[in-house]
């Protein structure tokens, strides 16, 4: 069970809160196992939109399968705005010193700064305060203009919506991509963005369609895709036959079934590549029998 703690500071927005913990529900919903609790340094905590909401003042105990998620606030300057306790902070850097994992949304990227985890890493904020992080917390790289960072167990949002693609981020390193596209489709999220790179995540990118048939082959896929199916494998999966499979799944999402399938295993084998795995290592990782399919892939994209 993964205990997922927001810590709530007085003006945070909504959607940086309700965006990320539905990401979670959802997933708890599927049979993955999370539980949210909600802390504050106050009983009731005012947000930006009006509506009060009420957390818990002690802190439960964590471990390192745990995360804790800072959201942000309403800050037309970081400066005097979402105050922090020197306890709180130093409770999310004894988290993350813990192994742990600790992530923030908009504005909540200055209670990181400010608890020590932004110095010496990568991370990001909404774009308004972009220029103010950096200025408040010299020795962190802020990168402007991106959905969010990840960097050794720091996770920064750019804020409001980007949150919800945090958390999806978080579910799929976990979980692996199929249950990260599940949860999505539940929320009705079928355009989940990838965080520094420029296009959206091949696994969700060709989901905005109604087609049961082919999302169940696409969830079959997503969870899967290291796996060598044939076509009437499929077909089986969906329900229909072979010929009619092709037909809608091409139309739905302009690919092949095969191709799709390449997609999936490029995409996580660059993810592989760029943690440190060789090419054939990551390769292999993602089902393919050599290298060389993985380069011409690679060369084509």
Known sequence: MTLVVFLLVPGLHLLDLAGPAQVFSTAADLGHGYR????????????????????????????????????????????????????????LAAHHAAGG????????????????????????????????????????HVVRDVLYVEDDRVVTSAGIASGIDLALHLVAVRHGPGAAARVARAMVVYARRNGDEQQASAMLRHRAHLSDAVHRVQ???????????????????????ERTLTRRFTE??????????????????????????????????????????????????
């Open 252 to 301: 739905a999402t302009g690919l092949t079934p095969l191709r799709y399938q390449q997609l999936l295993r490029t995409e996580r084998a660059e993810h592989l590549i760029g943690r440190g795995a060789t090419v054939e290592a990551a390769a292999r990782a993602v089902g393919f029998q050599d290298a060389r399919m993985l380069r011409r892939l690679r060369a084509r994209a």
């Open 36 to 91: 949210l609790h909600y802390t504050a340094e106050q009983e009731d905590v005012p947000t930006a939109q009006g509506l009060p909401v009420r957390a818990r003042t002690d802190w439960p105990a964590l471990g390192p399968e745990d995360l804790v998620v800072v959201p942000g606030w309403r800050a037309p300057t970081l400066h005097g705005h979402g105050e922090l306790a020197p306890a709180t902070l130093r409770r």
């Open 219 to 241: 969830d079959l896929l997503d969870a899967r895709f290291a796996d060598r199916f044939s076509l009437a494998d499929l077909a089986a999966a969906a329900r229909v036959s």
């Open 101 to 140: 994992t600790v992530a923030s949304v908009c504005a909540g990227a200055d209670a990181l700064g400010r608890a020590g985890l932004l110095d010496g890493r990568r991370c990001t904020t909404h774009h308004d305060v972009q220029d103010e992080l950096a200025r408040r917390h010299p020795a962190a």
